[in-house]
């Protein structure tokens, strides 16, 4: 294969700590037999499942993740955690970002380029997820938005730390239950822009940096949003709850990107 390809799940407020570790546990078993040099998996299940999960799963089959962080060490916040935290419980990942954070919750792009640089510090693989509104796709702003998203988000990322950062582009109007996937062609554009914004905060070493869709992934849409130049993995929501549907999708698409790229 030519490039490692990403395949991921955020569990939201589902699954409790028993759950969680049954599901991976099957997850690693479904996918034990495909290489981690072809793919990195990860599972970013809730925080009362960090601690099992993290502590009895192969972090070299799965990366686990964390919803999100507070961008300070301790303090008086109460309800939040702190990355010191979910460094004691071996976390190996922290998305920052996602659409329910910023829309749900009110963070701002600010707050983000917070959390992103704390993360970074204490050496957490850092996924930051981008995307616009339904009104501001019809706006015809998505690009701009997207633009300014990463380049406050990731504002004074230093380039040694580049290593460490992955991007999700979420379209919030495809995302959840009544959600609308974008077409791979919609997709692959924002993708080339958000490309083309890395290049100009970090330069050629920007390429590191692996660039996710996620929005109502499923069996059917994956396989031809693989194919994309741009799109590198899939975060997907609830067609990977089932660990062996996440297989047979993980599997499908690797089969189509392999097609396409041979």
């Known amino acids: 294969m030519k490039k490692k390809l990403y395949f991921g799940s955020n569990l939201k407020m589902y699954k409790n700590s028993k759950d969680t570790l049954n599901y991976l546990n099957e997850l690693v078993g479904y996918t034990k037999d495909i290489?981690?040099?072809?793919?990195?998996?990860?599972?970013?299940?809730?925080?009362?499942?960090?601690e099992n999960a993290s502590g009895n799963i192969s972090h070299e089959a799965v990366k686990i993740g964390a919803q999100n962080m507070n961008w300070e060490e301790e303090g008086q916040f109460t309800g939040e955690i702190s990355p010191l935290m979910l460094k004691e419980l071996g976390v190996d990942l922290v998305m920052i970002g996602h659409s329910e954070r910023r829309h749900v919750f009110g963070e701002t792009d600010v707050d983000e380029n917070k959390k992103v640089l704390t993360s970074l510090k204490h050496g957490f693989t850092t996924l930051l997820c981008v995307g616009e509104t339904g009104e501001q796709k019809d706006f015809g702003i998505s690009k701009e938005t997207i633009r300014t998203q990463l380049k406050i988000g990731l504002f004074n990322v230093q380039k040694e730390d580049i290593g460490k950062l992955w991007v999700a582009y979420e379209p919030v109007w495809s995302i959840g239950v009544n959600g609308t996937p974008a077409t791979s062609d919609y997709a692959e554009e924002i993708h080339q822009t958000i490309k083309e914004t890395l290049v100009e905060l970090f330069g050629e070493d920007s390429k590191k940096i692996p660039v996710l869709y996620g929005g109502s992934v499923n069996n059917e849409n994956s396989v031809e949003m693989i194919k994309q130049p741009s799109v590198d993995g899939l975060f997907i929501g609830r067609s990977a709850w089932v660990a062996s549907n996440f297989n047979t999708i993980i599997r499908e698409s690797m089969k189509s990107y392999k097609e396409a790229n041979s």
């Open 35 to 50: 290489s981690r040099e072809d793919i990195e998996l990860f599972i970013i299940p809730s925080y009362t499942s960090l």
